[in-house]
């Protein structure tokens, strides 16, 4: 049975006593500060800031107070393999990052050869944790084959005589979880009716747009972000197109409505409970609620992988990477999104993934706004 491990302020009030703090603990945060997808950075950011105030506040980890470094690596491979070793030369211990997966993948070869722990809130390809390179590597969000078969199950029986057309963007991330959605949908009886790859930042999906009018698709499955997936939206009904767009998590952004306006009512997208929801978040829901942030998408993710670690080094006794890979594989931590623990492959243990769709500038749970 794995041991129960509290987190957070709880944690550290216990084991924080006064005049403890001798030296700093540098942990750090990693992911698309700038770029088309800077908003899931912001997500994560402002986790990772509140989880480093809050435990701070409670007498931080060992006794020590966290110091936080961002990282911004745009989304890029390259750009986060130099992130990587850059934390890693500041002295990072622990990083919750990065987003992308196709950054999180070779970032984990540097953490892991550099002996840092990583604990991913958002990366959802199955390679992450399937190909890991160690034991270092850990992730508080699902995976694309899990939210890929609710997905191709859902199409299925909601749209089983429609035209479903599957695209991605080419990226570890979109074209994995088009794929899985798309093999679990064939798995149910369906036949895509289209299949390709499209330029991801561009403004214009004219050609992409008129394609799927002349074939007669009625539902569009994106593999990709809610960038350009907000701007197919918004082009396939300026062309009077009624196409239901379906997508994933990187959806759960307050900016795809800022990119579609009333044009996203309706869009579907895989998005695992609602965090926000969570008894045991409510009183850090309102902490960012007095701040002015809504802690959607990822925000509460990154929350949960600091506190997570920081209970696995109180457990530990130590910032040891062995002795925190060990606490981590064994402990059960009370977190924002509830309960968790690790598989022994780094994924994290939570419920599944559930649909929502986008209404009135809000996205909420399916079968609640298809009740209304």
């Known amino acids: 049975m794995k041991k129960v491990l509290m987190t957070g302020v709880a944690a550290s009030a216990l084991f924080a006593t006064a005049g403890m703090a001798s030296a700093d603990i540098v942990i750090a945060t990693a992911g698309p500060m700038t770029g088309q997808y800077a908003s899931f950075g912001a997500q994560m950011q402002a986790g990772a ?45 622990f990083v919750a990052g990065h987003f992308c997966s196709g950054s999180s993948i070779p970032a984990s070869a540097v953490y892991d050869e550099e002996g840092v722990i990583q604990i991913s809130p958002a990366s959802t390809n199955p390679a992450f944790t399937d190909e890991r390179p160690g034991p270092g590597i850990f992730r508080t969000c699902g995976r694309d084959d899990q939210q890929g078969e609710i997905a191709g199950q859902f199409l299925m029986e909601n749209f089983p005589d429609a035209k479903v057309a599957f695209i991605h963007d080419n990226t570890a991330y979109g074209k994995g979880l088009a794929d899985q959605t798309m093999a679990f949908y064939e798995q149910a009886g369906g036949e895509p009716a289209l299949y390709q790859a499209y330029t991801a930042g561009e403004q214009d999906y004219t050609a992409l747009v008129t394609r799927l009018k002349n074939e007669g698709i009625n539902v569009l499955y994106v593999g990709g972000y809610h960038t350009e997936a907000g701007l197919m939206k918004r082009q396939m009904a300026d062309q009077g197109m009624d196409t239901v767009l379906v997508s994933g998590d990187a959806l759960v952004t307050d900016e795809y409505w800022s990119i579609t306006g009333d044009a996203g009512e309706g869009t579907l997208m895989t998005f695992s409970p609602d965090p926000r929801l969570n008894e045991e978040a409510a009183p850090v829901v309102a ?46 931590f009370q977190t924002v999104l509830g309960e968790l623990d690790f598989d022994d492959k780094g994924d994290v243990t939570l419920p599944g993934y559930v649909m929502y769709e986008w209404t009135g500038g809000e996205y909420g749970y399916y079968e609640e706004a298809a009740a209304q």
């Open 287 to 332: 902490k960012f609620e007095e701040a002015g942030i809504n802690p959607e998408g990822y925000t509460l993710y990154t929350y949960a992988a600091i506190q997570a670690w920081a209970a696995a080094v109180e457990e530990a006794g130590s910032t040891d990477f062995d002795g925190v890979v060990e606490a981590l594989n064994a402990g059960t």
């Open 49 to 93: 800031e509140m989880a480093v105030a809050d435990i701070n506040a409670a007498g931080g980890v060992l006794g020590e107070q966290l110091v936080l470094e961002v990282g911004d690596d745009a989304c890029d491979a390259r750009q986060a393999v130099s992130v990587a070793n850059q934390l890693v030369g500041e002295g990072a211990v």
